[in-house]
């Protein structure tokens, strides 16, 4: 299907550490999703070229660093051809 989902956060201070986990998705449960974070610009999520990884759900946060203040995005996105809809769970947490 190609699809994708996006979701905006706000980092209200800067150089703040941030984690996201895709924590379910599925079915299957072993599915690989893509999800990346980016930057908020109008209605577009630019995702950042060294924050996307394709991989399945886990309890282990797939992508962590530091962040500044500003506007961002995650985005969860098809990267295998999906021909049914994808349930899934996603956390994002920046400290």
């Known amino acids: 299907m190609g699809g994708?989902?996006?979701?905006?956060?706000?980092?209200?201070t800067g150089?703040?550490?941030?984690?996201?986990?895709l924590t379910a998705a599925g079915p299957p449960a072993t599915i690989p999703m893509g999800i990346g974070v980016g930057q908020k610009s109008g209605d577009t999520c630019n995702l950042f070229s060294n924050a996307t990884v394709v991989l399945p759900a886990s309890t282990t946060p797939q992508l962590a660093g530091m962040?500044?203040?500003?506007?961002?995005?995650?985005?969860?996105?098809?990267?295998?051809?999906?021909?049914?809809?994808?349930?899934?769970?996603?956390?994002?947490?920046?400290?």
């Open 4 to 12: 994708s989902d996006t979701h905006t956060f706000t980092v209200t």
């Open 67 to 95: 962040i500044s203040a500003g506007a961002y995005c995650v985005s969860v996105f098809d990267a295998s051809s999906q021909t049914t809809p994808v349930d899934y769970a996603l956390t994002v947490v920046h400290f």
């Open 15 to 21: 150089n703040q550490a941030i984690s996201v986990t």
